[in-house]
T-cell receptor, first 112, second 118 residues
Framework: SQQGEEDPQALSIQEGENATMNCSYK?????LQWYRQNSGRGLVHLIL?????REKHSGRLRVTLDTSKKSSSLLITASRAADTASYFC????????????FGQGTELSVKP | GAVVSQHPSRVICKSGTSVKIECRSL??????MFWYRQFPKQSLMLMAT?????????EQGVEKDKFLINHASLTLSTLTVTSAHPEDSSFYIC??????????????FGPGTRLTVT
Protein backbone atom coordinates (compact mmCIF):
# COMPACT_ATOMS: atom_id res chain seq x y z
CA SER A 1 0.00 0.00 0.00
CA GLN A 2 1.13 3.55 -0.60
CA GLN A 3 0.59 6.30 1.91
CA GLY A 4 -0.18 9.10 -0.45
CA GLU A 5 1.04 11.40 -3.12
CA GLU A 6 4.26 13.24 -3.58
CA ASP A 7 4.55 16.19 -5.87
CA PRO A 8 6.02 16.97 -8.14
CA GLN A 9 6.72 13.53 -9.57
CA ALA A 10 9.71 15.01 -11.36
CA LEU A 11 11.61 18.23 -10.82
CA SER A 12 14.42 19.67 -12.91
CA ILE A 13 16.38 22.68 -11.67
CA GLN A 14 19.72 24.42 -12.12
CA GLU A 15 22.55 24.09 -9.66
CA GLY A 16 22.27 26.70 -6.92
CA GLU A 17 18.48 26.84 -7.01
CA ASN A 18 16.26 25.55 -4.25
CA ALA A 19 14.19 22.39 -4.63
CA THR A 20 10.92 21.84 -2.83
CA MET A 21 9.14 18.50 -2.68
CA ASN A 22 5.80 17.85 -1.06
CA CYS A 23 4.30 14.75 0.48
CA SER A 24 0.77 14.01 1.61
CA TYR A 25 -0.36 11.09 3.70
CA LYS A 26 -3.61 9.61 4.90
CA UNK A 27 -3.32 8.26 8.43
CA UNK A 28 -2.29 9.48 11.88
CA UNK A 29 1.45 9.17 12.24
CA UNK A 30 4.17 8.88 14.85
CA UNK A 31 6.78 10.37 12.59
CA LEU A 32 7.59 11.12 8.97
CA GLN A 33 10.94 10.46 7.34
CA TRP A 34 12.62 11.51 4.13
CA TYR A 35 14.96 9.28 2.15
CA ARG A 36 17.13 9.71 -0.91
CA GLN A 37 17.84 7.01 -3.46
CA ASN A 38 20.34 7.25 -6.27
CA SER A 39 19.42 5.30 -9.37
CA GLY A 40 19.57 1.56 -8.75
CA ARG A 41 21.01 2.00 -5.27
CA GLY A 42 19.86 1.64 -1.69
CA LEU A 43 18.13 4.21 0.48
CA VAL A 44 19.86 6.97 2.39
CA HIS A 45 18.05 8.31 5.47
CA LEU A 46 17.92 12.11 5.40
CA ILE A 47 15.79 13.31 8.27
CA LEU A 48 13.06 12.26 10.70
CA UNK A 49 10.40 14.64 12.00
CA UNK A 50 8.09 13.62 14.81
CA UNK A 51 4.37 14.30 14.82
CA UNK A 52 4.75 16.96 17.53
CA UNK A 53 7.39 18.86 15.56
CA ARG A 54 6.62 21.41 12.88
CA GLU A 55 10.01 22.09 11.34
CA LYS A 56 13.44 20.54 11.33
CA HIS A 57 16.76 21.44 9.75
CA SER A 58 19.77 19.40 8.79
CA GLY A 59 22.47 21.15 6.79
CA ARG A 60 20.89 22.29 3.51
CA LEU A 61 17.70 20.38 4.26
CA ARG A 62 14.60 21.85 5.80
CA VAL A 63 11.55 19.71 6.53
CA THR A 64 8.15 20.94 7.62
CA LEU A 65 5.23 18.91 8.89
CA ASP A 66 1.59 19.98 9.05
CA THR A 67 -0.38 17.25 10.76
CA SER A 68 -3.67 19.11 10.32
CA LYS A 69 -3.22 18.95 6.55
CA LYS A 70 -1.41 15.62 6.68
CA SER A 71 1.40 16.98 4.59
CA SER A 72 5.14 17.53 4.70
CA SER A 73 7.65 19.34 2.56
CA LEU A 74 11.35 18.88 1.96
CA LEU A 75 13.39 21.90 0.90
CA ILE A 76 16.91 21.49 -0.41
CA THR A 77 18.67 24.83 -0.56
CA ALA A 78 21.52 25.74 -2.90
CA SER A 79 21.18 22.48 -4.79
CA ARG A 80 24.15 20.69 -6.29
CA ALA A 81 24.43 18.25 -9.17
CA ALA A 82 25.17 15.54 -6.58
CA ASP A 83 21.66 16.06 -5.16
CA THR A 84 20.26 14.42 -8.30
CA ALA A 85 18.30 11.42 -7.02
CA SER A 86 14.83 10.21 -6.14
CA TYR A 87 13.42 11.46 -2.86
CA PHE A 88 10.79 9.58 -0.87
CA CYS A 89 8.79 10.43 2.19
CA UNK A 90 7.79 7.59 4.48
CA UNK A 91 5.40 7.58 7.40
CA UNK A 92 5.47 5.52 10.57
CA UNK A 93 2.34 4.96 12.62
CA UNK A 94 2.22 4.25 16.33
CA UNK A 95 2.63 0.68 17.59
CA UNK A 96 3.69 -0.70 14.23
CA UNK A 97 7.25 -1.61 15.18
CA UNK A 98 8.68 1.01 12.87
CA UNK A 99 6.87 -0.10 9.73
CA UNK A 100 7.24 2.55 7.02
CA UNK A 101 4.83 3.30 4.24
CA PHE A 102 6.42 5.16 1.36
CA GLY A 103 5.10 7.91 -0.85
CA GLN A 104 5.39 7.81 -4.63
CA GLY A 105 8.61 9.77 -4.72
CA THR A 106 9.99 12.79 -6.53
CA GLU A 107 12.72 12.42 -9.14
CA LEU A 108 15.02 15.42 -8.80
CA SER A 109 17.46 16.40 -11.52
CA VAL A 110 19.95 19.17 -10.79
CA LYS A 111 21.72 20.44 -13.87
CA PRO A 112 25.24 21.83 -13.51
CA GLY B 1 24.63 4.13 12.44
CA ALA B 2 23.84 0.45 12.39
CA VAL B 3 24.50 -1.65 9.32
CA VAL B 4 22.18 -4.02 7.51
CA SER B 5 23.55 -6.28 4.82
CA GLN B 6 21.81 -8.19 2.06
CA HIS B 7 23.05 -11.16 0.12
CA PRO B 8 23.24 -11.59 -2.76
CA SER B 9 23.33 -8.08 -4.23
CA ARG B 10 22.37 -9.40 -7.66
CA VAL B 11 20.93 -12.70 -8.77
CA ILE B 12 19.76 -14.06 -12.08
CA CYS B 13 17.67 -17.20 -12.06
CA LYS B 14 15.62 -19.22 -14.47
CA SER B 15 11.86 -19.20 -14.46
CA GLY B 16 10.46 -21.84 -12.11
CA THR B 17 13.38 -21.90 -9.72
CA SER B 18 13.51 -20.52 -6.17
CA VAL B 19 15.79 -17.81 -4.88
CA LYS B 20 16.72 -17.02 -1.29
CA ILE B 21 17.71 -13.52 -0.19
CA GLU B 22 19.32 -12.93 3.20
CA CYS B 23 19.02 -9.82 5.34
CA ARG B 24 21.35 -9.43 8.32
CA SER B 25 21.63 -6.78 11.00
CA LEU B 26 25.36 -6.67 11.65
CA UNK B 27 25.70 -4.81 14.93
CA UNK B 28 22.34 -4.86 16.62
CA UNK B 29 19.51 -7.25 17.31
CA UNK B 30 16.39 -6.66 15.29
CA UNK B 31 13.19 -8.21 16.53
CA UNK B 32 11.42 -6.81 13.51
CA MET B 33 12.56 -6.67 9.90
CA PHE B 34 10.66 -5.55 6.85
CA TRP B 35 10.76 -6.60 3.21
CA TYR B 36 10.04 -4.18 0.39
CA ARG B 37 9.87 -4.56 -3.37
CA GLN B 38 10.62 -1.80 -5.82
CA PHE B 39 9.91 -1.91 -9.54
CA PRO B 40 11.80 0.42 -11.90
CA LYS B 41 10.86 4.07 -11.57
CA GLN B 42 8.47 3.26 -8.73
CA SER B 43 8.42 3.59 -4.98
CA LEU B 44 9.03 0.95 -2.35
CA MET B 45 6.07 -1.31 -1.66
CA LEU B 46 5.97 -3.02 1.71
CA MET B 47 5.61 -6.78 1.25
CA ALA B 48 5.72 -8.13 4.76
CA THR B 49 6.77 -7.63 8.35
CA UNK B 50 9.13 -10.29 9.64
CA UNK B 51 9.07 -10.98 13.39
CA UNK B 52 11.72 -13.08 15.09
CA UNK B 53 10.32 -16.41 16.17
CA UNK B 54 6.87 -15.96 14.67
CA UNK B 55 5.11 -15.96 11.35
CA UNK B 56 5.50 -13.01 9.04
CA UNK B 57 2.66 -10.58 8.49
CA UNK B 58 2.00 -10.04 4.80
CA GLU B 59 0.52 -6.95 3.19
CA GLN B 60 -2.65 -7.25 1.20
CA GLY B 61 -2.07 -8.74 -2.22
CA VAL B 62 1.27 -10.37 -1.37
CA GLU B 63 1.20 -14.17 -1.74
CA LYS B 64 2.63 -15.70 1.40
CA ASP B 65 3.16 -19.08 -0.28
CA LYS B 66 5.19 -17.46 -3.02
CA PHE B 67 7.28 -15.16 -0.84
CA LEU B 68 8.42 -17.24 2.11
CA ILE B 69 9.86 -15.29 5.00
CA ASN B 70 11.83 -16.80 7.85
CA HIS B 71 13.19 -14.81 10.79
CA ALA B 72 15.07 -17.49 12.64
CA SER B 73 17.31 -15.26 14.72
CA LEU B 74 17.51 -11.67 15.93
CA THR B 75 20.02 -10.83 13.22
CA LEU B 76 18.79 -12.76 10.19
CA SER B 77 15.67 -12.73 8.06
CA THR B 78 15.38 -14.53 4.74
CA LEU B 79 13.02 -14.04 1.82
CA THR B 80 12.59 -16.95 -0.57
CA VAL B 81 10.92 -16.27 -3.89
CA THR B 82 9.48 -19.63 -4.87
CA SER B 83 8.80 -20.69 -8.46
CA ALA B 84 10.04 -17.36 -9.70
CA HIS B 85 8.62 -15.85 -12.88
CA PRO B 86 9.82 -12.92 -14.98
CA GLU B 87 7.23 -10.65 -13.35
CA ASP B 88 8.99 -11.25 -10.01
CA SER B 89 12.04 -9.47 -11.38
CA SER B 90 12.49 -6.50 -9.09
CA PHE B 91 14.68 -4.77 -6.52
CA TYR B 92 14.10 -6.31 -3.08
CA ILE B 93 15.08 -4.25 -0.04
CA CYS B 94 15.01 -5.22 3.59
CA UNK B 95 15.14 -3.05 6.66
CA UNK B 96 15.74 -3.73 10.33
CA UNK B 97 14.06 -1.81 13.11
CA UNK B 98 15.70 -0.54 16.30
CA UNK B 99 13.77 1.32 19.02
CA UNK B 100 14.80 4.91 19.74
CA UNK B 101 13.40 7.57 22.04
CA UNK B 102 9.76 8.52 22.13
CA UNK B 103 8.28 5.21 20.96
CA UNK B 104 9.89 5.72 17.57
CA UNK B 105 12.05 3.30 15.66
CA UNK B 106 15.15 3.85 13.61
CA UNK B 107 15.05 1.97 10.32
CA UNK B 108 18.24 0.69 8.79
CA PHE B 109 17.96 -0.37 5.18
CA GLY B 110 19.94 -2.99 3.39
CA PRO B 111 21.55 -2.14 0.03
CA GLY B 112 18.98 -4.18 -1.88
CA THR B 113 19.02 -7.28 -4.05
CA ARG B 114 18.40 -7.05 -7.79
CA LEU B 115 16.52 -10.16 -8.92
CA THR B 116 16.24 -10.95 -12.61
CA VAL B 117 14.19 -13.95 -13.66
CA THR B 118 14.80 -15.15 -17.21
Amino acid sequence: SQQGEEDPQALSIQEGENATMNCSYKTSINNLQWYRQNSGRGLVHLILIRSNEREKHSGRLRVTLDTSKKSSSLLITASRAADTASYFCATAEYNQGGKLIFGQGTELSVKP
Amino acid sequence: GAVVSQHPSRVICKSGTSVKIECRSLDFQATTMFWYRQFPKQSLMLMATSNEGSKATYEQGVEKDKFLINHASLTLSTLTVTSAHPEDSSFYICSASEPIAGSSYEQYFGPGTRLTVT
